[in-house]
């Protein structure tokens, strides 16, 4: 198992360490609920170290970009945080990522952990036809085994790391990023997040960690900071409706039925992998689409559970499910067939074989 610059800490903390993604990572500290609660109503930190970093570089950089995703990437400027996803070509996704502009010739993907290698050699493979080299000091670099990363998420996140900034960075606006010294250290400090709480994202050198993590938890201290394992990760997440790779899209599911049309741009001149597949998807509709649901009757849906119409004929499938710590009840994502997609629905969710009335609600859910 791979160990994060940031690992020891949560060792010493006495975080609940468990595998994931190839990395020994913490899955809670004092708990779930408590850490959920901490980054809704104060600051928390992530280590979010397992996740993926790939630069693209060069003249063709813009070209190869336009070609693997699926949002309009010609619409970037210097600074700017687009999220996007990645077409497989068989009409489903490899992944969703972001992309960071850096300048007109050089841009840094962040993709998920669990699927680095694979986006590196889809990457790689798509690269080829551009004339595009992969490797150290070439147009193509992966460079996830070298960089840190720590997510700062809450609503007093950004008092905090201003405190280790010598720029301003709190009115920074939602999905920009800054190259910069954060503690001292040489950073990418990036408004973005996976709680729908702010905060930001920073991105270090390994070598850099011990130093940013100990600013850190001296600036944050005044204001209460928590350490948050990957267990409220995924419950504040799905509050907000945030899809999770290899639960809600994976390389079986399509953007449009994903719920992800608003990143799908059909831009004039932008021949993106399965474009011509998913206009038609778009012009005669989907069979299937992600909704967000409340349960009515007492439960808690989990992955995989099925999802059924009041009549017990089955509809479709729970992608994400659990209690909520803000709502207090049941709730999750699924995938329904397109009549019962409307939020005020009536559907329910089959746990231990009884059906469950459940409710088709709009999201974020909070």
Known sequence: MKT????????AAGAKMAEFAGYNMPIEFTGINDEHMAVRGGAGVFDVSHMGEIWVKGPKALGLLQRITTNDVSKLYDGKVQYTCMPNGRGGIVDDILVYRVDAETYMLCVNAANIEKDWNHICEQGRAFGMEAGHG??????SDEICQLAVQGPLAMKIVQKMCDEPVEEMEYYTFKKMKVAGCDAILSITGYTGSGGCEIYAANEDGDKLWKALWEAGEEFG???????????LRLEKGFCLYGNDIDDTTSPLEGGLGWITKFAEGKEFIDRPLLEKQKAEGVTR???GFKMIDRGIPRHGYEIAAPDGTRIGHVTSGTMSPCMKVGFGLGYVTPEYAKAGTEIAVVVREKPLRA????????
């Open 359 to 366: 409710e088709v609600v709009k999201i974020p859910f909070v």
């Open 138 to 143: 070439k147009e193509l670099y992966n460079a």
């Open 4 to 11: 994060t610059a940031f690992t020891k800490y949560h060792i």
């Open 289 to 291: 689409r992600l909704v």
């Open 225 to 235: 900071l928590k350490n948050i394992g990957l267990g409220a990760r995924d419950t």
